[in-house]
């Protein structure tokens, strides 16, 4: 048989068409069995969190006296007054004198300066001294924060920065919540991949983050963890990252 120029080109064109043809076919039968290959190892990775409110059940409360008088006896004397004063506050307020703890004295002589330079004239003698409250009724320590102007009333030079609140039951809570925030990890590792005609498989791998403790309904959050002492109501939220096997 005897082809013109033309046939050769048409025929030449359709064996061309038909090896692009088997070549793609064999391409798409290859990539979707590599897709079930993957599929069968597939491994979805999620987070699960979970959060409780709580009352804080310590407090230390850290107040801070401070004096200055042309001398330095007349100062540490009046520390002292200073210091017996605040004492019969807290005591008449409902505090134990056992939970109330009187740190030394501290003093330092204030210098006068001219231009930038010490003239070497002693100015006055300062007198510091900390005290510290330690008890489990938090409510009253709140309340003789909030009312320790009555003092200040009287001349007593008190440094008030409010009281620390804490958790003792953190630890425990940790643990109950990282079982809950596990257990939320399953069911969205579950709803994911069910979405899409899938199983989860068992648990590959699991990573705790930081415990965040926060006042209530606060969005504070710390990459190294948060806990907030300035308040008695907290919440305290924990979160983790797990891996399933999917199938």
Avoid: C, H
């Amino acid at each position: 048989m005897k082809f013109e120029a033309s046939d050769r080109i048409k025929f030449a064109s359709a064996v061309l068409a038909a090896a692009i043809l088997s070549s793609g076919l064999t391409l798409g039968l290859y990539k979707v069995g590599g897709g079930l290959a993957a599929r069968a190892g597939n491994a979805i990775t999620v987070t699960g969190t979970a959060s409780e409110d709580a009352k804080a059940d310590n407090a230390v409360w850290s107040l801070n006296l401070n004096e200055s008088q042309s001398t330095l006896a007349t100062s540490v004397k009046k520390i002292d007054a200073s210091a017996d004063a605040l004492k019969k506050y807290l005591l008449n307020g409902g505090v134990s004198a056992d939970q109330i703890e009187l740190g030394p004295i501290n003093s330092n002589a204030v210098m006068e300066y001219s231009n930038g330079n010490p003239t070497g004239r002693i100015l006055a003698y300062q007198a510091y001294r900390t005290v510290t409250v330690r008890t489990k009724d938090v409510e009253l320590v709140s309340k003789l924060s909030n009312d320790i102007g009555t003092l200040l009333a009287t001349g007593v030079n008190v440094g008030n920065y409010g009281p620390a609140y804490y958790l003792s039951t953190l630890d425990q809570m940790r643990a109950k919540l990282l079982a809950a925030a596990m257990q939320d990890a399953k069911e969205r590792a579950k709803a994911i991949t069910e979405a899409v005609g899938g199983q989860v498989g068992p648990l590959l791998s699991v990573s705790t983050g930081p415990t965040q403790v926060t006042t209530r309904d606060s969005l504070d959050r710390s990459a190294g963890g948060f806990y907030d002492v300035s308040t008695i109501d907290k919440t305290v939220n924990v979160t983790l990252s797990a891996s399933f096997k999917t199938s």
